[in-house]
C-alpha cells in the first residue's frame, strides 16, 4: 500500500508544481478567480491539505494517487500560496489602461445616446402621425 507524504517535497517538485498548476489555470483564462479564491483559503492551507488527505480515498480514483499526494503536500504551506498567486499575477495584467477604458466608456455612451435618439425619431406616414 503506498503511503501519503512520505517525504518532503524538493524545491524542484514544488516549482514545477506551481508552474503546472498556474499554466493550467492560464491556459484556461482563469486567473481572476483564482487568485481570489487562493486569497481567500490562505488561512486554511494547513485544513485543506489534511482534508484533500482524508479525501484521498475520493480523491485518487478522479485525480492519480500521485497528484492528491503532490498538491496536498505543496498546499500545505501557506507560503506556496503566495508563490501560487504571485506565479498567476505575472502575466494577470489588463489589456488596457484605465485611461483606455474610460475613453472607451465615452465613446459607447455616445453611440448608445445616438441610438436611442434615432429610435425616438418617428417616420412620417408611421401609426404615430395619425
Known amino acids: ?14 516549482d514545477r508544481l506551481l508552474k503546472k498548476a498556474a499554466s493550467e489555470i492560464k491556459r484556461r483564462k482563469l486567473e481572476s478567480p483564482a487568485i481570489l479564491m487562493a486569497e481567500m483559503h490562505k ?25 492528491v499526494d503532490d498538491y496536498s503536500r505543496l498546499f500545505s ?34 453611440e448608445q445616446d445616438s441610438a436611442a435618439q434615432n429610435s425616438l425619431e418617428i417616420e412620417p406616414g408611421s401609426k404615430a402621425d395619425n
Not at 501560487?84 to 489589456?95: C, G, N, T, Y
Open 1 to 14: 500500500m503506498r503511503e501519503l507524504w512520505s517525504s518532503e517535497l524538493t524545491e524542484e517538485e514544488t
Open 77 to 110: 504551506k501557506r507560503e506556496n500560496f503566495e508563490r501560487f498567486i504571485r506565479l498567476l499575477e505575472q502575466d494577470a495584467q489588463p489589456d488596457e489602461g484605465p485611461e483606455s477604458v474610460q475613453a472607451g466608456s465615452d465613446g459607447e455612451k455616445k
Open 43 to 67: 488561512p486554511l492551507a494547513g485544513i485543506g491539505s489534511q482534508a484533500a488527505v482524508m479525501l484521498s480515498p475520493i480523491l485518487v480514483p478522479f485525480f492519480g494517487f500521485e497528484n
